[in-house]
């Protein structure tokens, strides 16, 4: 076992209570699963973890792009949530990381990796026009922003989100000016089921901290 488990809203660690997690700060929640460090090994541990749950990465990944970190939040037969990071450089931002976290309404993964103070991201979605869509199978998916003037967190992001297959879809990018390399209609993939190609991703590499 490569994940170990903890709180999807802190970073407290949680204690089994019975056939449930509990978390000092937050009571009982539903597990998070992270790697060490992002391996081939870990994300075929990742999928497995939350198996009937998607877990989305821009695909294809451009060149010198690597998954530096992941995270599922649930269990086998009751997925919650999935987060992916891919790391890699752009021209004009130099290094990037670009997460893509799904999940169902409640679960509080994605605020709390985009520092946003709300569990989901509100009333801004879907009012006016999008800053920026994706590609899920063959349905774009707009995404507005999420404002982070609110929150306490101080690091340099940009969030959109919107709403995918019925659950909220997240997207934070490192520095906040990487949101421009999203106007290049990203196609984000349902990985869960694709078992051999995995093998050719390139993983590993600093993780962002969240
Ligand atoms: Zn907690």
Redesign the pocket.
């Known amino acids: 076992m490569t994940l170990s488990v903890g ?6 660690p ?1 204690a089994r209570a019975g056939e449930l997690w509990s ?4 009571g009982v ?1 539903e597990p998070l699963w992270r790697p060490g460090e992002a391996s081939y090994d870990a994300f075929v541990e990742h999928l497995g973890a939350t198996a009937r749950f998607p877990t989305y990465l821009p695909w294809p990944l451009s060149p010198g792009w690597r998954v530096t970190d992941f995270a599922a939040v649930g269990t086998v037969d009751r997925g919650r949530a999935a987060m992916t990071c891919v790391s890699g450089t752009s021209a004009l931002d130099g290094p990037v990381d670009a997460l893509v976290i799904t999940e169902e309404p409640g679960t509080g993964l994605g605020a709390r990796i985009a520092g946003t103070r709300h569990d989901d991201p509100g009333v801004e979605i879907g009012e006016g026009p999008p800053a920026t869509r994706v590609r899920i199978d063959s349905k774009s998916v707009p995404l507005w922003p999420v404002s982070t003037s609110a929150s306490t967190a101080e690091w340099d992001r940009s969030v959109v989100a919107g709403e995918a297959d019925g659950r909220w879809l997240w997207m934070v990018l490192r520095p906040a000016s990487a949101l421009m390399l999203l106007r290049d209609d990203w196609i984000l993939r349902d990985v869960s089921g694709l078992g051999p190609p995995l093998v050719e991703l390139p993983f590993g590499g600093p993780a962002p901290a969240w």
Do not use: F, G, L, M
Not at 23 to 26: A, K, L, S, T, V
């Open positions: 709180c999807p809203r802190c970073a407290t949680i978390c000092p700060d937050h929640v």
